[in-house]
């Protein structure tokens, strides 16, 4: 059974860091990309980053960019997501998802399993 | 890049059916066949109902199927049962590096 588990948020100040965990178990991590989706209370769902199987390619919204780092251990089964310089619209309940590229095309085609989610919330 | 465009809300009694439109653009949804719809109950993980514009994962029942037309996606649930009532969001590839989320429809089973 594949299983996603986030953890790592909390409160955190404007300003401040905090990096996240998912823990991965019930497949094989290595052969996935993996992303972070993030949902603001009473929002809908926005992606934030992803990451190939191997790290070597690793993709960000622009709101994002420059402040949060995605990372992923293989021989850990764990996916990672630093962020820095947090803001209060960064406030979101943050899931880590199995994605899924289409063989052929190689273009980006859904998010089959999704972990239970980690909320920060940064106020101060 | 913009969110797809969803209704706030549908509704619909039991054992009706239900039609959830998704609309984007020829950059998204009219460009693509990577549009993919989430069932989310408050509180709970998205899950995946339709990938691909209509295709069902395993274990997903047939009462949920999804369409396309233009620039427009549509999920469509046949049979409605009470525990059909949750949130909806389409998704779709968006080109180059990116994906784009609708907005989300509450689907509320009268």
């Known amino acids: 059974e594949v299983q996603l588990v986030e953890s790592g948020g909390g409160l955190v100040q404007p300003g401040g860091s905090l990096r996240l965990s998912c823990a991965a178990s019930?497949?094989?991590?290595?052969?996935?990309?993996m992303s972070w989706v993030r949902q603001a209370p009473g929002k809908g769902l926005e992606w934030v980053a992803n990451?190939?199987?191997?790290?070597?390619?690793?993709y960000y919204v622009d709101s994002v960019k420059g402040r949060f780092t995605i990372s992923r251990d293989n021989a850990k089964n764990s996916l990672y997501l630093q962020m820095n310089s947090l803001r209060a619209e960064d406030t979101a309940v943050y899931y880590c998802?199995?994605?899924?590229?289409?063989?052929?095309?190689?273009?980006?085609?859904?998010?089959?399993?999704w972990g239970q989610g980690t909320l920060v919330t940064v106020s101060s | 890049q913009s969110a797809l465009t969803q209704p706030r809300s549908v509704s619909g009694s039991p054992g009706q059916s239900v039609t959830i439109s998704c609309t984007g653009t020829?950059?998204?949804?009219?460009?693509?066949?990577?549009v993919s719809w989430y069932q989310q109950h408050p509180g709970k993980a998205p899950k995946l109902m339709i990938y691909?514009?209509?295709k069902r994962p395993s274990g997903v029942p047939d009462r949920f199927s999804g369409s396309k037309s233009g620039n427009t996606a549509s999920l469509t649930i046949s049979g409605l049962q009470a525990e059909d009532e949750a949130d909806y969001y389409c998704?779709?590839?968006?080109?180059?590096?990116?994906?784009?989320f609708g907005g989300g429809t509450k689907l509320t089973v009268l």
């Open positions: 998802a199995r994605e899924i590229y289409d063989f052929w095309s190689g273009y980006r085609d859904r998010f089959d399993y």
């Open positions: 019930g497949f094989t991590f290595s052969s996935y990309w």
């Open positions: 990451i190939k199987q191997d790290g070597s390619e690793k």
């Open positions: 020829s950059s998204d949804v009219g460009g693509y066949n990577y």
């Open positions: 691909d514009v209509s």
């Open positions: 998704c779709s590839y968006a080109g180059s590096y990116l994906v784009v």
